[in-house]
């Protein structure tokens, strides 16, 4: 064991080329040309590209890698990848294996098939990946990959990535502005910082092959709830059974081969759901991780006969799978701007800050709400599990009323008994973690950062992370426009921060969010209540959240709308996927399953009958009369079901098509789920043709 041990700190990274390895292989002068590049965001030129590609095929090859990939993260939420090798012809019969700096820096894809939300024709086919040198190149299955960004022909955004480097761009800027005014002149950058907590289930492969749903649509249209569930706390934090812990020693040995710093693992509420955690890291390589986090999953589990679940909503009635994504942000010096500080002057710029996200979260909370929204998230927000579709934000009883305080005008008194007064210069520490945590609330103060917690387990975090760079960076923005022009800065200061708190002081909300009472005070408080995503959607294209993003260079308003669409379209195809998957099921296996059932209790009916034993077969007569019943009226709702996809209209992505796919599709796939269920719990399990929640969810 010692020495596995002692193996990880060479494991850790193997597969990276980091920035230790490009100092190892490259001339102290490329080197340095480029982390100014980095700094500065600039372009490479030409002879450094050319350098820094030779370095990387080398010690590719010499990884054992044979093929290089420029990996992108288009609007589908999945990564994609175009596999070339290194050999090109030396011109007498033979190969050399080269890297050029064309193709380390530039390639071409197909864009074609990717969702574009209209930016461009499906005849302009072409699309350019650029490499991202602030995302390190790694080694998988003897392949070297290139982060990149996607773009089209024209140049306009088809991924997730550029958005978000974009993003944190402005966030840097804007916060290096804030901090000159507090007087700090060394700290150069800024980074948002991000971790990603994952949640998943497993289940036996056998299983899986088993129900068309969960291979088609990732989830279970339907499903007796089993006679034990959740409601023992048992698994929650239990001992990890053999088999998944020895799924979770690969997949950690496999993440960090490739630099994910994988911390965490348990055993989550749910019979069968487990979370990974992982160490904070900048948002961007934070997003990356994820994204290889989810593919490693899957791998991984196919190995040891497993499947990975990462939709939102597996199983209906048990826990459904988030993924919290905490959010903070930290200078090149190492400080953490959301960590309350121990100095007065480190305090007033902490409520700065805690300024600045309350006011860009009151401000765009349909902008939060909307990049968590998806078909699969659906399903979980709201549900008692996961916050409200309401966003608001718990920042504890100690910080509220300090807020308080400044908003009023009233004394506050600290711990310390020292009274609270608003100056640069005056402030008394503030505790840092003085309240238990609330996991009831979207978006939860937890120390030193903010925890967003409506993300669901499939999803990218890119989007969520754009959303609150950018809704934070345009309030500090606000703040420095403000501050820059003030004769006296700590009045222009404290007027500044009462005047954000009391206009934004409706967003905070420490109790609990799951109780109805809790909606009916948002409704007052005039809070968004979003229920779905179709009614989130719009707001891509609402004037005011296209405004923040076109005027911070983010996103274009092209670009904006496109993503609006691109996600109801999105929502209509997958339920007209889980639609079709239910009628097959319910056609072709439940429904004549049933009829074999209910044939052989009429039998016994007949029989026990014929034989004078009337009495004896009460059970089965009562039986026959229910499952008959029962499947009458799915047969019925399956000609619904049927009715409503053959009047679809085209599935374009717009909001009257998502409409009639929620109002009229949605609705009676669930209402058939629900049939199912109570015939799948009349039925004898040996005529039922599909494995049961206790059968899945108990068998790893």
Known sequence: MSERTNEIPALFGSMVFTEDKMRQRLSAAAFEAWQECLRQGRSLDKHLAVEIAGAMKDWAIEMGATHYTHWFQPMTGFTAEKHDSFIVPDGHGGILMELSAKELTRGEADASSFPSGGLRATFEARGYTAWDPSSYAFIKDNTLYIPTIFCSYSGETLDKKTPLLRSMAVLDHQCVRILRLFGNKTVQHV?????????????????????????????????????????????????????????????????????????????????????????????????????????????????????????????????????????????????????????????????????????????????????????????????????????????????????????????????????????????????????????????????????????????????????????????????????????????????????????????????????????????????????????????????????????????????????????????CKVTAIEARTLLDMARRHILPAVSRYTDYLAQAVFHKSGCGVVAGARMEQATLRKLSLLNDKLYDLCEVIDLHLHKAPPAEGDLRTAEYYRDHVAVVVSQAGELINQMEALTDAGFWPYPTYAEILFSV
């Open 191 to 571: 980074t948002a910082q991000v971790g990603a907590e994952q949640e998943y289930f497993l289940i036996d492969k056998k299983h899986y092959r088993q129900r068309e749903d969960l291979m088609l649509c990732g989830r279970t249209l339907f499903g007796a709830m089993p006679p034990k569930g959740q409601e023992l706390d048992d698994h929650y934090y239990g001992a990890i059974k053999p088999r998944v812990a020895a799924f979770m020693h690969e997949l950690d040995r496999e993440l960090w081969q490739v630099g994910v710093l994988a911390k965490t693992e348990h055993n989550e509420a749910a019979p069968s759901q487990h979370e990974l955690a992982p160490v904070y890291s900048d948002a961007n390589s934070a997003c990356d991780h994820n994204q290889l986090t989810m593919e490693l999953l899957k791998k991984v589990a196919d190995r040891h006969d497993l499947v990975c679940l990462l939709h939102e909503k597996p199983f209906a009635g048990v826990n459904g799978s988030g993924k919290h994504n905490n959010w903070s942000i930290s200078t090149d010096k190492g400080e953490n701007l959301l960590k309350p500080g121990k100095t007065p002057s480190q305090n007033a710029q902490f409520l700065l800050f805690l300024a600045a996200f309350l006011q860009g979260a009151d401000e765009y909370q349909e902008m939060l709400r909307c990049c968590v929204a998806y078909p699969g998230n659906d399903f979980r927000l709201g549900g008692n599990e996961a916050p409200p579709a309401v966003v608001s934000v718990f920042l504890g009883d100690e910080l509220t009323a300090i807020l308080h305080a400044i908003i009023t005008g009233e004394e506050y008194v600290d711990v310390t008994k020292r009274k609270l007064e608003i100056g640069v210069d005056l402030l008394p520490e503030i505790p840092q973690d003085t309240t238990d945590r609330n996991r009831t609330s979207p978006l939860a103060f937890t120390g030193n950062k903010f925890e967003f917690r409506m993300c669901g387990a499939s999803q990218s975090i890119a989007s969520p992370t754009v959303v609150l760079n950018t809704m934070v960076a345009d309030a500090l923005c606000q703040f420095a426009d403000t501050l820059e022009k003030a004769d006296d800065f700590p009045a222009a200061l404290r007027d500044l921060l009462r005047r954000s708190f009391t206009e934004h002081h409706r967003i905070i909300f420490n109790g609990n969010g799951y109780g109805k009472e809790w909606l009916r005070e948002a409704q007052s408080r005039g809070l968004a209540n979003l229920r779905d995503s179709v009614d989130a959607l719009p707001a891509y294209i609402n004037p005011k959240n296209m405004a923040l993003f076109t005027r911070h260079g983010i996103l274009t308003q092209a670009e904006m709308a496109a993503r609006c669409e691109i996600h109801l379209e999105n929502y």
